[in-house]
Each structure stands twice: as C-alpha cells, then as structure tokens.
C-alpha cells in the first residue's frame, strides 16, 4: 500500500515565524522534507512586491515551476516522504500550488513582534541608519504587503495560530491540526 505525501504549508508575514516553525516541525514529523520558499529565484514572477500588491496581488502571476518541480521530485523519489513541509506564504492562492497542499496553517504574528523578529534577525551587525530606512521603507510602502498577508491569507488558510506562542507551542498545535485532520 503507497501513502501518499501529504503537503503542509507554513504561511506569515516576514519575520512571523515561518522557517523557524518549517525546521521544528520537520524535527518532530518523521520522513518529512522541507522546502523554504526564499531559496528559490522565481524567473518570470513580480520583481516590485509593493506594485504588484497595489495591482491587487495576483499569486497566479508567481511562476512557481522550480519549487513544483522540487516537490515532484520528492513525491516520485525512491524514498517518498510522508510530509512536506513548505515555507510558502500564499497558502491556496495560487491555482497550481492550490492542487497540492493537502493543510494550510497561517502563524498571526502581531505586525510589531514580526518586524522586531526581523531587524533583530537581519540588522545583526548593520547601522542604526540601514535600520531606520528600511523602518522608513516600511512605513512608506512595505506596510501594505503585511496588510496583504493579513487580508488575504490569513482567512484562505485552514488554520490560524497564534504567533506569540512559542514555537514549540505552535509546532505542538500543528502536530494535533494533522492528527485530528487524518494527515
């Protein structure tokens, strides 16, 4: 009897916690892989986030074929993995990716946490000036791409948690979601 590879994808705004939940989870779920959205160059996609956002942020205009490409890989390998774990913050929006997911989870971090996440995480050894611009960046325009997690992802997800929670809290919480769910 073949099992087939469920696809869990793991979906928040930037520094809400996304990779570090995709690791966790893929410690504690056995034969599972992961994907990390950020590690491909998606040719053929929007180049200006903060445009395609105003242009009312069509996710089918995303080419995703490496990362389809990389999850037909696992799916046919000899040693097929029970879950997949994907990095991916478009949740069911995107018609081909739409077809593959078998659980959705969307982590809410607050706006605030999320954007100390990220300058503690990205602005390690920078200035206090590449800091304030890009606080000022977001201000001026970066704020409506988090807008747009919140307004369009967050509710086409199967699940919402809570990104206050710590993350071996949330993992817990996704390990029961796929468990009541069957997956």
């Known amino acids: ?65 490496p990362l389809l490409s990389d999850i037909d890989f696992l799916i046919n390998s000899k040693e097929v993995p029970s879950y997949i774990l994907l990095d991916y913050p478009f949740a069911y929006k995107n018609d081909k990716m739409k077809k593959l997911i078998d659980l959705s989870i969307y982590i809410d971090t607050p706006l605030d946490v999320a954007m100390a996440r990220r300058l503690i995480r990205d602005y390690k050894n920078n200035s206090i000036t590449e800091i304030h611009n890009d606080l000022n960046f977001y201000l001026n325009n970066g704020r409506i791409a988090y807008l747009e997690m919140e307004t369009t992802i967050k509710p086409n997800s199967d699940t919402v948690i809570d990104g206050t929670f710590s993350p071996d809290k949330i993992v817990k919480l996704i390990i029961k979601e796929i468990r009541d769910r069957g997956l």
Do not use: Q
Not at 42 to 58: C, Q, R, T, Y
């Open 1 to 65: 009897m073949t099992i087939r590879t469920k696809i869990i994808s793991i979906a928040a705004v930037s520094g809400g916690g996304k990779t570090t939940i995709t690791k966790k989870l893929g410690l504690k779920l056995k034969n599972s892989k992961e994907l990390f959205f950020d590690d491909y160059d998606f040719e053929d996609s929007p180049e200006d986030l903060i445009n395609w956002v105003k242009e009312g942020a069509d996710y089918n205009l995303w080419n995703l074929d």
